[in-house]
């Protein structure tokens, strides 16, 4: 167990639709980051927060959108879903920078119909 | 930019047998590099990691060595075991700015037969 906690786990919806997709990072630690796993693109970086503020951005769409609040949890917002968003969405913790170390958790299962 | 390859997979060995899964890096500077473990249903996990040319990281039988002059961290274990099977991420980190987000390879998929 990480202590990093992802809901929900398996999510199926449609196209069209917005779903939002939310993490607990472990106790005390500041960064959150989430990562897109598929099949072609393997684990891309969506992007990163770092106690409450967006520190970082990779190749995220503009349909995607992300916070993190005062108790750092943070969530990830997916709208005008395509079935191409079918994918694992992880979301991965760290305490410290510039160290390289995440923690990550289960993954949320985002299925689109 | 900033990219990892490692080889592909799926890698199939028998119990015992000797694993290497190679992996090599594309990076200004000095980076981090690190090997990830995602065991099946899990999310990834940290096998090792190494900050500097020459540096040796390893973990649970793994090892893996920087080396700078081939650009390369490959993964190693002497003899493998059915609890192995998993699917093996190399991976990098430049942390630029307070970002430490990191640069993945595309996995290796090994599977350990009894």
């Known amino acids: 167990d990480s202590g990093v906690t992802q809901t929900p786990k398996h999510l199926i919806t449609a196209t069209g639709q917005r779903v939002t997709l939310r993490c607990s990072p472990r106790?005390?630690?500041?960064?959150v980051y989430w990562y897109q796993q598929s099949l072609d693109q393997g684990l891309q970086f969506l992007i990163q927060y770092y106690n409450g503020e967006e520190r970082a951005k990779g190749n995220i769409l503009e349909r995607f959108s992300a916070q993190q609040f005062p108790d750092l949890h943070s969530e990830l917002n997916l709208s005008s879903l395509e079935l191409g968003d079918s994918a694992l969405y992880f979301c991965?913790?760290?305490?410290?920078?510039?160290?390289?170390?995440?923690?990550f958790g289960e993954g949320s299962r985002l299925t689109v119909l | 930019g900033n990219s990892v390859t490692q080889m592909e997979g799926p890698v199939t060995l028998s119990e015992e047998a000797f694993l290497t899964i190679n992996c090599t890096y594309t990076a200004t500077g000095y980076p981090s590099l690190f090997w990830y473990v995602q065991y099946p249903g899990e999310g990834l996990q940290l096998l090792l990691k190494a900050t500097k040319a020459d540096d040796k990281g390893s973990n649970k039988g793994f090892e893996a060595t920087y080396r700078k002059e081939t650009t390369s961290f490959h993964l190693e274990k002497g003899s493998v075991q059915v609890s192995d099977s998993a699917v093996y991420f190399c991976?990098?980190?430049?942390?630029?700015?307070?970002?430490?987000?990191?640069?993945f390879g595309k996995g290796t998929k090994l599977t350990v037969n009894p």
């Open positions: 106790s005390g630690d500041l960064s």
């Open positions: 991976a990098l980190s430049k942390g630029r700015g307070g970002s430490e987000k990191l640069v």
């Open positions: 991965a913790s760290s305490p410290r920078t510039n160290t390289g170390e995440l923690f």
